[in-house]
């Protein structure tokens, strides 16, 4: 079946520290992966999304390449900021309507 | 930009009592969806919706669980005889399309804690 293995958090970082989540993930045919972010006391926000292998999503300073040979979509940062504290969910979505997601990492940055 | 509202941002109910949480989703969106959030689990799909009928439900979603889209807004979700192991994050979702590249608008979600 369908599903999204995730780097197990907590993580935290200094500021200007770089990032990286990652995700690995097992589906049937060809995926789409999505990155969503959930700011304290909100909801799930896309953050960022690829359709096909080798797509490189990019949002907010983030990036993540679908790599079909390694099943992965790991989400980086060059250089992360205190208002990058959230949690992180890396997301999968194949034949069927409904997401896959990952257990979600906690990011914090401390100034 | 558009969202889409959940309300109550936080539900306590006694076991075995029905309850009701809603969502608006955004106006000219037309599949909808539950997903709920055990504390520290992942995020889970419980069912989706369309032209007002259920397109697909998970083992999640049984005979205890029901969804209606009342009136040109609203897409609410019952439990009807709640149980502890109920108590999660329930996200409401919408798409204006469905298939794979169409990404999900989520709510806040609703906290429901079962006593």
């Known amino acids: 079946g369908d599903s999204v293995t995730q780097m197990e958090g907590p993580v935290t970082l200094s500021e200007e520290a770089c990032l990286t989540i990652n995700c690995t993930y097992t589906a049937t045919g060809y995926p789409s992966l999505f990155w969503y972010v959930q700011y304290p006391g909100e909801g799930l926000q896309l953050l960022l999304k690829a359709t096909k292998a080798d797509d490189k999503g990019s949002n907010k300073g983030f990036e993540a390449t679908y790599r079909k040979e390694t099943t992965s979509f790991h989400l980086e940062k060059g250089s992360v900021q205190v208002s990058d504290s959230a949690v992180y969910f890396c997301a999968l979505r194949a034949g069927a309507n409904n997401l896959f997601f990952g257990t979600g990492t906690r990011l914090t940055v401390i100034p | 930009e558009p969202e889409v509202t959940q309300t109550p941002s936080h539900q306590v109910t006694q076991m075995g009592q029905e309850v009701i949480l809603r969502c608006v989703p955004i106006?000219?969106?037309?599949?909808f969806y539950w997903y709920r959030q055990i504390l520290g689990q992942k995020v889970e799909f419980l069912v989706s919706f369309y032209n007002n009928e259920i397109s697909e439900k998970s083992e999640i979603f049984d005979d205890q669980f029901s969804v209606e889209r009342p009136d040109g807004s609203n897409f609410t979700l019952k439990i009807r005889s709640t149980k502890l192991e109920d108590s999660a994050m329930y996200f409401c979702?919408?798409?204006?399309?469905?298939?794979?590249?169409?990404?999900?608008?989520f709510g806040d979600g609703t906290r429901l804690s079962i006593l």
């Open positions: 979702a919408s798409s204006e399309e469905t298939g794979r590249n169409q990404p999900q608008h």
């Open positions: 106006s000219n969106h037309l599949y």
